[in-house]
């Protein structure tokens, strides 16, 4: 059946037009100022909507076992709340497998916990949890093979790399056309003041802020940057970035000519360390943790200038039952993350858009195109033209809300952004041109979401 979006404003990354688009076998077939619409063909009204590629969440973590425990969100409860969001493709990082794993047998694993399940399409980025000769052999099988054209890398947690295995890491994927993610914080600096914290009897969720101070990410920003300079200028995408002296590092480094992309996510832009001095603290433990107010004006100066690139949510949830009865109120004991993926597109938009800070085109931007220029999707997704996927949200930019977790469809307890006021908010998305959300109502089912088979990683899109 052919669909026909009409009386609403397209927004891509370019600007803003008074157009329709014509949805045919789940792409964009036309866009045009006016289309006169054929007998068979169903009518979307979009007045008064902004028309938008669909959100691409880039960093969340569905089916995710930390050790402590395992996330309470599965591929299919995760991509519906992302479908509610606005969100239409997800990228999840695969979680860690057993000691001594192959790249293949994590993705194997992870076309498991999706198949049948995902409600909108996704992909995955790989995860090196050791480098040998064989995990090296692999890599380029990982990339033209599977469609895996990014991985992750760690500089703290039990599978964390050392510099030679990170300089190994960056050349062999700078090779074989991968982009690498970077979780850079000092695992060292932060395991020594855990330790002098805990023996001090410090071990309120307070102290878990202070045992992960912003000089642990910049120290492990500045170092990976500076690796990847000896890896050939091996590209780089930091992920969840939470401070601006991080960005300040990143900043030179790009000045420089290195390939470097940022990520931040909406708790850092709009949650702060208070929240560790409340009673539910517990319900804010996330790595890197949340940070002052003067980080956040820091943090929105880089999306108003283009220094940061892409935002992102790191959904990662553990219900606030849990985190109490695991830890007995010690941080040390509380699995990390938070929930986000449906919020991420309002709240961006609220704060972001509708506050004036960023045009709609800068907004588009942030939460579609960039990060498929960068993950290798476009222009299937993140786009508007004809012939991508009729991946399309409708923004109502004058409907107001406000966060209740009662109203959202994850799997978890609470959302850190309860009572926030919105304005701005996704009121239809259509994933491949099937309506999955409408006026309140989900309407998505298990399975309709596909694997995506990414190209390698490239930078004429970005230009």
């Not at 049948?116 to 992909?123: E, H, L, T």
């Amino acid at each position: 059946m052919k669909c026909l979006i009409q009386g609403g404003t397209v927004v891509d990354e370019w600007g803003e037009y008074r157009q329709d688009l014509l949805l045919e076998d789940g792409k964009i077939a036309r866009r045009e100022s006016h289309i006169t619409p054929d007998d068979d063909t169903e009518i979307i009204d979009a007045s008064g909507c902004l028309v938008m590629p669909g959100g691409i969440d880039v960093h969340t973590h569905f089916n995710i076992d930390v050790g402590l425990a395992r996330s309470c969100d599965d591929f299919f409860t995760g991509t519906r709340a992302a479908a509610c969001g606005g969100t239409t493709t997800i990228i999840d990082h695969m979680g860690f497998g057993p000691t001594g794993c192959s790249l293949h047998h994590q993705l194997e694993k992870y076309h498991e916990y999706a198949a049948g399940k995902a409600v909108i399409d996704y992909a995955f980025h790989g995860v090196i949890q050791h480098i040998d000769a064989d995990i090296l052999s692999e890599m380029a099988s990982m990339v033209v093979d599977e469609g895996i054209s990014s991985f992750k890398i760690y500089l703290t947690y039990q599978y964390k790399l050392d510099d030679t295995a990170i300089l190994k890491a960056l050349s062999e994927l700078k090779l074989v056309g991968a982009l690498v993610t970077v979780h850079p914080e000092n695992d060292a600096a932060i395991r020594y003041r855990v330790e002098q914290f805990v023996q001090e009897g410090k071990t309120q969720a307070i102290w878990h802020a202070r045992s992960r101070p912003i000089a642990c990410e910049t120290e492990a920003i500045s170092r990976v940057v500076h690796l990847a300079q000896l890896a050939g200028n091996a590209p780089l995408y930091i992920v969840h970035l939470s401070n601006g002296a991080g960005l300040d590092v990143l900043r030179a480094a790009r000045h420089k000519g290195q390939p470097v992309w940022v990520e931040t996510c909406p708790q850092y832009l709009l949650l702060d360390e208070d929240e560790y001095r409340q009673p539910d603290a517990l319900k804010f433990i996330l790595s890197p943790p949340l940070r002052d107010k003067a980080q956040q004006k820091q943090l929105w100066e880089g999306i108003f200038d283009g220094a940061i690139d892409t935002i992102a949510t790191d959904h990662c949830t553990f219900p606030y039952s849990q985190r109490v009865a695991l830890s007995n109120g010690n941080f040390t004991r509380c699995p990390n993350g938070l929930p986000g993926v449906e919020n991420r597109m309002s709240l961006m938009f609220t704060e972001g858009v509708a506050t004036g800070r960023i045009t709609p085109s800068r907004f588009v931007e942030l939460c579609s195109s960039n990060p498929a220029k960068l993950f290798g999707l476009w222009p299937q997704k993140g786009s508007l033209q004809e012939g991508s996927d009729a991946d399309i949200v409708l923004f109502d930019p004058n409907r107001t809300g406000i966060v209740r977790h009662e109203s959202l469809h994850d799997n978890v307890d609470y959302s850190p952004y309860e009572g926030m006021a919105l304005r701005g908010i996704p009121v239809v998305t259509l994933s491949r041109g099937k309506v999955v959300w409408c006026d309140g109502v989900f309407t998505g089912y298990a399975g309709h979401g596909r694997f995506l088979h990414r190209k390698p990683f490239t930078t004429r899109n970005l230009k």
